[in-house]
């Protein structure tokens, strides 16, 4: 059984920064790829970053290329998403997911972040 846990949202203000957290409990941490979504109010869900299992590099949406990084800790079973500059564009609720080879898809809750101007 996968679960997968975020934390570290908040509220903030327009140019400032937040890292959130996504802990995975269960087999193989390391053999899953992990991901972020965000879902904005009346807004479908969308894509932000992307890191294999390897965690030697990240893929990003092109709204947050240069502002947002990706990683993840394969001995604490955790991924994380620094979140740099942000704007209140960024305001939505914040997923994490773990992806199999065999595009098995998993989700946390998600986290609230919102961006004051």
């Known amino acids: 059984q996968v679960q997968l846990v975020e934390s570290g949202g908040g509220l903030v203000q327009a140019g400032d920064y937040l890292r959130l957290s996504c802990v995975f409990s269960?087999?193989?941490?390391?053999?899953?790829?992990v991901g972020w979504c965000r879902q904005a109010p009346g807004k479908e869900r969308e894509y932000v970053a992307r890191i294999l299992w390897s965690g030697d590099s990240g893929d990003y949406a092109d709204f947050v290329k240069g502002r947002f990084a990706i990683s993840r800790d394969n001995a604490k079973n955790t991924a994380y998403l620094q979140m740099n500059s942000l704007k209140p564009e960024d305001t939505a609720v914040y997923y994490c997911n773990a992806r199999t080879e065999a595009a098995n898809d998993y989700w946390g809750q998600g986290t609230q972040v919102t961006v004051s101007s």
């Open positions: 269960g087999r193989n941490f390391k053999n899953y790829a």
